[in-house]
């Protein structure tokens, strides 16, 4: 079992930064795919950004590509994404998900995360 626990989130203007942090316990951190996923009211759950065990290799949404950043530090067990040049469109409950075994090719596929936290709501007003 894999417990995620995210923190971060908040209620910021459009154009400014927010930095999410998830930390994961109960498992090698390092053995895990990690990813951010985000779900809007009425919305279905979407991909974010995620990254690799060793982080090696990052991918992104066309939405938050160059301005967001996802990385890990495996020392720390913990996986972050900082947000910057935030937009009303970025609010969202935003979550932090893991699995050991997925596929890069599959990667940005929600349902393909067998471990998730319990999700950091960010609000971008205006």
């Known amino acids: 079992q894999v417990q995620l626990v995210e923190s971060g989130g908040g209620l910021v203007q459009a154009g400014g930064s927010l930095r999410l942090s998830c930390v994961a316990s109960g498992r090698t951190f390092s053995i895990l795919v990690m990813g951010w996923f985000r779900q809007a009211p009425g919305k279905e759950r979407e991909f974010v950004a995620a990254i690799t065990r060793a982080g090696g290799a990052s991918y992104y949404a066309d939405s938050v590509k160059a301005r967001f950043t996802i990385s890990r530090d495996n020392a720390k067990n913990t996986m972050y994404l900082q947000m910057n040049n935030l937009k009303p469109e970025d609010t969202a409950v935003y979550y932090c998900?893991?699995?050991?075994?997925?596929?890069?090719?599959?990667?940005?596929?929600?349902?393909?995360?067998?471990?998730w936290g319990q999700g950091t709501q960010v609000t971008v007003s205006s």
């Open positions: 998900a893991a699995d050991p075994t997925l596929a890069i090719m599959t990667i940005r596929v929600h349902t393909r995360y067998d471990y």
